[in-house]
Structure formats: C-alpha cells, structure tokens
C-alpha cells in the first residue's frame, strides 16, 4: 500500500528536526534509529556537511576493478532487467565495491539528472566518511539491507533522496562482494522499496556461475520445475533458469500455480482481469506465449500446469500453519505481486499478509519482528507486542526494537 504523502511529509519534518537538533546543537538524544545515530557520530568525524558532491576514485582503475569483477559479470546477465525496473519506477540503481565505491550505475531520466549532479556515478566514493550516512554504506557495514530517508542522509546534497540497499554476496563462499542501492526522490518512498533492493541483489546473486551447483541459504532446494516468487517483486525460474515475462504472464503462472486442479478460460478471466473489458482472445495470446516459453507445459480446458511448481506463498503459509513463525517471516519478501489489479491476486495478498501479522502478534519472536519490520516499518502494534513480551528482561534486540518503534510512530 502507498504511504499518504501527508505521512511521509510528516515523516521528512521529523527527520529535518532531529538532523538540525544533532548537527547544530550536538543532541544525541534524538529520535533516530541506532544505526543512523552511529552513522552520525562517525559522519560528524569527517566534512560531510560540506561537500557538493561525492569525492570521485580513479576513472581508469575502477573501470579495471569493475571488468575483473564478478559483479561485472552477474550485472550484465540481469542489465535489461535492472535497466526496466530503473526506468519504470524513475529510479537510480547502482553497484558498489566493498568499499563503497560505486562500479556501475543506471538511471531513469529525472533521476539519472540528479545523481550526476553529486557524483553518484561510476566511480563515486559514498562512504560515509567521504559523504555522511547513506544507504550503501549502511548496508555494507551492517552486511544487511538498510533504508536511510531524506535528513537520516548527514550531507544536505540527498536529503531530497530515499535510498535502499542490500549487501550482494559470492553465493558460493558468502563473501560480500558489494551492495545494491535504489534511489528515488523522498516523496515517492515505499514500504516495497527495501524488498525490492534485497530481490534485486539475490537477482545479482543468481546470476554469478555456479550458483545452481551450490544454493544460498534458503534458496529453494531444487532446481527443476517451476519455481515462483510472488512476494515483494514476481519472478519465475524454470529450472533454475530465470523467465523474461511481463506482468500479465507472471500473473497468469500465479493463477495457474495457486489452482492445481486448472482453469477454465472463463474462470481464469474472471481472476485475472475481473471486470474489466480485456477479450478472451487477449488472454489466449498471454496463454499461448507461456505455453511456447514452458515448453508445452500448459494443458487446455482446463488450463492447467503440467510440470512441478512451488511458489513462497505456498511456503509462508505452511511455515504459518506449522507455527515456524521466523521461517514463515524469512520466507515473506513483502506485498504480494504489489500493484497487481488481479482481484484474486489482490484479496490473497491480503490473506496473507494478514496471516503473518497474526502470527507475529501472536508469538512475536524477536527476530522475526525485526525481519517483519524491514518489510513493514510502520506497523507499531507488532513491535510493540515484541517489547511487551520481552518485557524487563535484558535481550540484545531492545535497543533496535526500540528505535525501530519510535520511527514507527513518527
């Protein structure tokens, strides 16, 4: 669901007021999360609040560096996907080394305006020591997905930004190779955006050689069949290999997979479209392209798959049912298919994300409402449940619980 801007305005005043209160008055005891407060005090080390632009490395030898990279390779594989989801959602991509310094960037065309104007271009160094706290630095010091909004950025130069990135990692060896940022203007923020970034880095992940030969950490277990992500951003794998489809077609797979027993043309219609006045010979078409690129594994009347398929939501369900509450959450990217019109994709997201909520308020475990709480930042009922559980006692997630809760309320 979309924020209402009066939300993240209200959200942008707050964030200004504790930057001015830290940076002028030298207040540490402003409402800010942990780990922005630790990047303030670091930032403040340095002359963040001066520059104009990221301090820029060697053109010729981070040219090298990115073309002996692993990364180089990973990111060319996936580059028209990266280079869509950019310019769709008007977003900056980049990639960065493990030092923060940026390899390879991509932008929509407002936004690819902005980042030159302060070096965030291949070759930019965004640490925070050379431009205060952001995102990528976060994410690379913490070796886990972080979201930095308008003033939690130290330097003025992005206050306009809302940034989310992800550590990219060798799926092999586990070594952090680098991370993944996005990066729009702070207006256009979105509870998804910090899935996306974590979705996009397993993207970079999977597509690094050898990864088939030897799966992450909670990777599906097999590589033949059909294998959906429906949860944050859609993506369907056959046989371990990544399909090119559109919106429609991944849809079209949801239904189908979610329906084992098939569909008839008219049902399937009713599904995905609903109301609306789309011809029955527009979804045959959707139909026939995903039966050519399946290989034929697409029965008629019924419609029905005819291969093995496993998608995350069966997953998060049965993890829910089976009372694995940290496995169901570790399992749950996000919003279901977000922006789908599909009426029964719509009202299933909704099943399912109720079905998490419930299980977390029920037995909020505190790693899985932390988890929970980098998909779903405002939901304070569910923080709250986890702090009244702990309640006196001494235990190592408070303090991030508790900052968390208060940039919940704000």
Not at 25 to 45: F, K, M
Not at 202 to 214: K, L, Y
Request: charged fraction near 25%; aromatic fraction near 4%; include cysteine.
């Amino acid at each position: 669901m979309v924020l209402p801007a009066v939300s993240l305005r209200d959200r942008r005043i707050d964030a200004v007021r504790a930057w001015t209160a830290f940076v002028t008055e030298g207040d540490e005891a402003v409402r800010v999360r942990p780990e922005i407060l630790t990047s303030w005090r670091r930032s403040a080390q340095g002359r963040a609040l001066d520059v104009t632009g990221a301090p820029l490395a060697d053109e010729d030898e981070t040219a090298a560096f990115w073309q002996d990279s692993p990364l180089q390779a990973a990111v060319s594989a996936v580059e028209q996907e990266l280079r869509r989801s950019a310019e769709d959602g008007d977003l900056v991509l980049a990639v960065t080394d493990t030092r923060t310094r940026i390899l390879w960037t991509y932008g929509g065309r407002v936004m690819r305006r902005k980042a030159e104007t302060v070096n965030f271009v291949a070759g930019g160094r965004w640490d925070d020591g050379s431009v205060g706290t952001n995102a990528l630095d976060l994410a690379g010091r913490l070796d886990a997905p972080a979201t930095v909004f308008s003033a939690e950025h130290y330097s003025p130069i992005v206050h306009n930004w809302v940034c989310w990135a992800a550590p990219v990692h060798d799926p092999v060896t586990g070594e952090r190779l680098g991370v993944i940022d996005l990066s729009t203007t702070w207006d256009r923020a979105h509870p998804i955006g910090l899935a996306t970034a974590r979705l996009m880095a397993q993207m970079i992940e999977s597509a690094m050689p050898d990864t088939r030969q030897h799966p992450r950490h909670g990777a599906p277990a097999a590589d033949q069949g059909l294998v959906l992500t429906l949860l944050g951003a859609a993506e369907a794998r056959l046989d371990g290999e990544r399909l090119l489809l559109n919106r429609r077609q991944t849809e079209i797979l949801a239904l189908l997979a979610l329906h084992p027993d098939g569909l008839s043309l008219e049902r399937l219609h009713a599904l995905l479209y609903g109301d609306a006045a789309v011809s029955f010979s527009t979804l045959k078409a959707e139909v026939s392209h995903l039966r050519s690129t399946l290989g034929g594994a697409i029965s008629s009347r019924p419609y029905r798959l005819m291969l093995p398929v496993v998608t995350d939501v069966e997953e998060v369900l049965d993890r829910i049912r089976a009372g694995q509450v940290l496995a169901a959450v570790t399992a749950y990217g996000g919003d279901l298919m977000p922006g789908t019109d599909s009426p029964a994709l719509t009202e299933l997201a909704e099943v399912v994300a109720v079905a998490v909520r419930e299980a977390l308020l029920a037995d909020p475990d505190p790693d899985a409402v932390l988890r929970y709480s980098e998909i779903a930042p405002y939901d304070a009922e569910v923080l709250e449940a986890c702090l009244h559980r702990i309640g006196t006692g001494v235990h190592r997630a408070v303090p991030l619980l508790r900052g968390r809760l208060a940039a919940a309320k704000r």
